[in-house]
């Protein structure tokens, strides 16, 4: 390969932008038509969940496929301190999920990372047995 048949930086730079662009445009044209699809779709569900729930049916089977109505329960909370105490008063660890807070960690790290080699002003340990997944991505910006 030649130098030649190299691009420049601000070439990439412009291809990126354009397909970027390229690829906005076709995405806005599919969310319009999924919008779409989707409205209508809910519109079959809402029929056939007024239909289930009036005639107390759990499920419907027809040529097509079955229809199933189930009740979905999402749950939450108000009051965090006072769910924690009942967790541990009933035992009920199963009822959390664990996963870390991504973006309150990665500021610990960063904190961390700045305090390294000044062990004793360092206000926080990263804690044994964390594992992370770094990588560098590439981000134009239009002129």
Known sequence: MTEESIPTHDQLAGAIVKLRDEIKRIQKEADKKIAKLQEDKEKMESYLRDY??????KSISTENGTIMCRLVRKVGTTDWPAFYAWVVENDAFDCLEKRIKQSTMNQLIEEHEEWEGEKSKNPIEIPDGLVTNSEYKIVVRRS
């Open 52 to 57: 289930c729930i009036k005639n107390k049916s």
